[in-house]
């Protein structure tokens, strides 16, 4: 099983090891959503704008958490994070 290490350029410190997908698991996931296109064009645009606004709010709620992370791994400040 491959593993990405993600080493933080402040110190040179490994900052997070994930393991990657493997070919199967890439090529599987690639099927679902080919699949799940399939119904999604299906739906009309005002209720995909709805589930997509639902989104948007999830991740904009979870901003702080994503702005510490992506800060922390391309080595910034944490006070320049906002």
Request: avoid cysteine; glycine fraction near 2%.
């Amino acid at each position: 099983m491959s593993k990405q290490v993600t080493i933080s350029p402040v110190d040179n410190t490994p900052y997070v090891t994930r393991t990657l997908a493997t070919t199967e698991e890439v090529n599987a996931a690639i099927e679902r959503s080919n699949v799940a296109f399939q119904s999604w064009k299906k739906v009309p645009v005002k209720e995909r704008v709805q589930i997509m606004s639902k989104f948007v709010d999830a991740f904009v709620a979870k901003k702080e958490n994503i702005a510490m992370e992506l800060t922390l791994q391309m080595g910034r400040f944490v006070k320049l994070t906002s």
